[in-house]
């Protein structure tokens, strides 16, 4: 694959990036303006280490990590001061989970777009985890374009405050794991 992408992939890519409803009006215009070097790193986000090894989401991914990391512990910091900083790392474990990654993945369709090489297309056991790879990198990408947390969490604070309210309301119910090692 080359650095270049086609006008088809380049409107998938932008439709794609409308339907996440980020209310900023940076990301519009820079949905608007179709700048190409910031669809570039968009697509980057979407291409498994399988359908390229050398353009692919990888570095984005370590990169959506840390910043998915921020994100959350800004939200959980303006929206529970008075939590302890356990109670807090508790709660962004819960909120940046894996399994959360790739919930949200699935919630906005990016399995859709993700290219994938052969061998992980016919990778059953592996899906989840690219689309939760990929989704942090999405996240990376989101970070990158503006320089700033300010959309990312523009973007997930709406569902972080649905998530961490259930995650409060039962705690254990998420961390079942925990559970058991703490009864045992």
């Known amino acids: 694959m080359t650095n270049t992408i086609n006008e088809k992939r ?21 949905i608007r303006t ?38 959350a512990s800004n939200f959980i910091e303006k ?5 302890s900083v356990g109670q807090r790392s508790e709660l962004r474990a819960q909120i940046v989970s894996d399994e959360w990654l790739t919930k949200l993945g699935k919630t906005i369709g990016i399995q859709k777009l993700i290219i994938k090489g052969p061998k992980a297309l016919g990778d059953e056991n592996s899906k989840n985890t690219i689309i939760g790879e990929a989704t942090e990198a999405l996240i990376g990408a989101l970070y990158k374009c503006f320089d700033s947390i300010q959309e990312v969490n523009l973007w997930l604070d ?9 995650f409060l309301k039962a705690p254990y119910k998420f961390k079942s794991k925990t559970v058991l090692q703490e009864w045992c």
């Open 10 to 30: 380049i409107n998938l890519i932008i439709t794609f990036l409308k339907s996440l409803k980020i209310r900023s009006k940076r990301f519009s215009e820079v």
């Open 34 to 71: 179709e700048n190409l070097s910031i669809i570039q790193d968009f697509n980057q986000a979407l291409i498994h280490s399988s359908g390229d090894k050398i353009t692919n989401y990888e570095k984005l991914e370590f990169f959506g990590d840390a910043v998915l990391r921020l994100a």
């Open 79 to 83: 929206k529970y001061p008075q939590m």
């Open 158 to 166: 709406a569902m972080w405050e649905e998530d961490s309210e259930m």
